[in-house]
């Protein structure tokens, strides 16, 4: 089988919509996309880290962990 799509949630889907997913090997993706017009920062949570990352606008970027 192959990746399962979980949970994500952010205070302003319209400027930084995402999506994640668990591996089969238990690593964590996150996608994200910066569609506002500023530089972005935000901080991304799960049950054993957390992080704080920035998105220039218009980028993307996926996360892995």
Do not use: C, Y
Request: net charge positive; proline share 3%; aromatic share 8%.
């Amino acid at each position: 089988a192959g990746s399962v799509r979980i949970g994500s949630d952010t205070s302003d889907n319209a400027t930084l919509p995402n999506v994640a997913f668990e591996t089969p090997e238990h690593r964590m993706v996150l996608l994200v996309a910066n569609m506002g017009k500023t530089e972005q920062t935000f901080t991304v949570k799960d049950r054993k880290q957390m992080f704080t990352a920035k998105l220039r606008a218009g980028d993307a970027a996926t996360f892995v962990w």
